[in-house]
């Protein structure tokens, strides 16, 4: 069970990796979330994503702006991110993000509860 967990969270942050490496090359990418506009209390949202394979989308003003008006918390579903970039396929959410000046990652996959108390908690957090 652990090797398969390990495996899962290794292959999601390569692809997250990838997908981050590839956002960074557009222009507009950090324009779209300007620091001030990350923060959640006391923790700023870096990026976050949703989808399978490579298939993956922004959702990172979505996610902030669900953790700020659902703190106790939302589903990692299309309904709630408005977006599905991958369509009959299990999804996961990754949320990178920074708390007490800590980098961490928050890895769900779909039809999971992401909130600020669990990511504060750091329940599923992935340790880089």
Not at 50 to 79: I, M, N, W
Not at 96 to 103: K, L, S, V
């Amino acid at each position: 069970m652990k090797i398969t967990i390990a495996l899962v969270t290794m292959a999601a942050l390569s692809v997250c990796g990838a997908a981050m490496q590839a956002e960074s090359k557009t222009p507009s990418a950090s324009a779209s979330h300007p620091d001030s506009g990350s923060l959640v209390k006391d923790l700023r949202v870096e990026v976050a994503l949703f989808g399978s394979g490579t298939h993956l989308a922004d959702v990172t003003d979505r996610v902030v702006e669900l953790l700020r008006s659902k703190p106790e918390g939302f589903t990692a579903k299309a309904e709630w991110l408005r977006v599905d970039p991958a369509p009959g396929k299990n999804k996961s959410l990754m949320i990178r993000y920074r708390y007490h000046d800590q980098e961490r990652v928050f890895l769900i996959t779909g039809g999971n509860l992401a909130s600020y108390v669990s990511m504060v908690d750091g329940e599923e957090e992935v340790r880089l």
